[in-house]
């Protein structure tokens, strides 16, 4: 086969995928096979093979073809790469900013400085990239699950979803009382953090500085989180600063 030759019946799936994807309620096979001028054992068999897939999704009474949720998802995914890429921008330039804030002495072996940014991702909330002090320039991708209770990203997630969405995280993250010592005081937290619009966890050592800002998208929707973690020998001075 030539290098500049097309596959003729994947040029025809995208056909179909491309006919059913222009209404809402379907299109039933005689409608696709008039619309693009195929036989009807060539519309069956590719319409089959994508609702295998679920790419194409099949309805009764009457039968009609219609997109499927794998379309959906792979939409999903595009937009995630899309913000995922975007988050990466603004972090080099938080990153800028840290270090024109942080001491001009080289951090000392138990010293961190770094921009992270997470998604919620099956249950977990989950730290996507990282950029640190260590090594500038380099833009990680740790995919770690960060504790539920101890970190400011999953946090500020807990303080901005909804109740169900934060129902069903603490089904799976049972509370631990080692840091909070009560529900009532993360709850209070939590509440704080609606109003100031970041989280900045009050339980860490002076010496640290943790904090995190929800990422919106379209209609108000929590795409992300974006955080900084800072531990030093003396405390960080350039937190406010930072925030603003």
Known sequence: MAHNELIQSLLRAVDVLELVAQT?????????????????????????????RNL?????????FRLGSAVFRLGEE??????VRHASTIMKDMFERLKALMPEKPLGPR???????SQYWGGEVVMLLRLRMQRPGVLERPRWPMNAYESASPLCFQAFWTAEELESYRQRHSFSPRLWKTQERLDLFLQKVRELGYSKPPIFKPEDFRCAVPVWGKGHRLLGVLGVGIWLEKP???GRKLIK
């Open 111 to 117: 010293e961190e400085a770094s921009i992270s940014f």
């Open 56 to 64: 194409v999704e099949r309805t009764t009474s009457p039968v009609r």
């Open 24 to 52: 809402e309620r379907g299109m039933t096979l005689v409608e696709i096979c008039s619309a693009l001028d195929m036989k009807s054992s060539t519309v069956h068999n590719i319409l089959r093979t994508l609702v295998a």
């Open 78 to 83: 595009r937009q995630n790469h899309m913000v």
């Open 236 to 238: 960080f001075s350039g």
